[in-house]
């Protein structure tokens, strides 16, 4: 098992190496035979299903590192804190990313609904957009909320922490895991203009900010 700040080190290295466009050179041999028996993640990452933010991709890793649940605006429902659990139960995986990133389409949705609410939206994608909204409701009423690109940036940013505190706090297998298991839930930010991943929410003193 590999415990939470050592798979938080790895995703922060693996991010440097795809910044800096060099590539681990060196995967395991014979990797691909073991993986049609069993898989041992080390870092389970819920992320938004935009195209420009593969996870694999951005943290440079293989095939079997990374157990990957992706949807729009990585937000949280049901099925997906059940996958979380599935994965940090079944293979013990001791790290949980949320994986938001700049300009993300399912914050950009959300606002311009707010501003000007459609009637004819489908019932489907109103469910992701109603459960981005806490986040950026309380942030138009601000100075903030007059500045687009400000509004957007910590939208963003406070809706990866809803859903980190939603997985924190929603599960009651999480919560059990993180008290006595150290299971560790970190928020985190891939900026889409320099490919840097900033793990700003849960983990400040495991890696450093990219900002600081
Ligand atoms: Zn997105």
């Known amino acids: 098992m590999i415990p939470a700040h050592e798979a938080l080190f790895r995703l922060h290295a693996g991010n440097r190496r795809f910044v800096a466009h060099a590539r681990d050179p060196d995967p395991a041999p014979g990797r691909n035979i073991e993986l049609t ?19 694999e991709m951005v943290f440079d890793q293989g095939l079997g590192d990374l157990f990957v649940i992706r949807v729009a605006g990585n937000i949280i ?23 938001g990133h700049s300009r993300c389409g399912a914050i950009l949705a959300t606002i311009e609904e707010l ?3 459609t009637e004819r939206q ?17 942030l138009l009423a601000t100075p903030l909320g007059k500045d687009h690109d400000t509004l957007v940036h910590h939208a963003v940013r406070a809706n990866i922490r809803a859903s980190a505190d939603h997985l ?22 891939y900026s889409l203009e ?15 900010s990219p900002s600081s």
């Open 77 to 99: 429902a049901p099925s997906l804190v059940g996958s979380v659990e599935f994965a940090a139960e079944r293979f013990h995986t001791r790290l949980v990313v949320v994986l």
């Open 168 to 189: 924190r706090h929603g599960s009651r297998v999480l919560e059990q895991l993180i008290q006595y298991d150290g299971l560790r839930v970190v928020g985190a930010e």
């Open 194 to 208: 320099t490919g840097v991943v900033d793990f700003f929410d849960g983990a400040p003193e495991l890696v450093p």
């Open 115 to 117: 501003r000007k609410p």
């Open 37 to 55: 028996l069993e898989q041992e993640p080390f870092a389970i990452i819920l992320g938004c299903s935009d195209a420009r933010v593969p996870a």
């Open 122 to 138: 489908s019932p489907n994608l109103r469910s992701i957009v109603d459960r981005v909204r806490p986040s950026v409701e309380g």
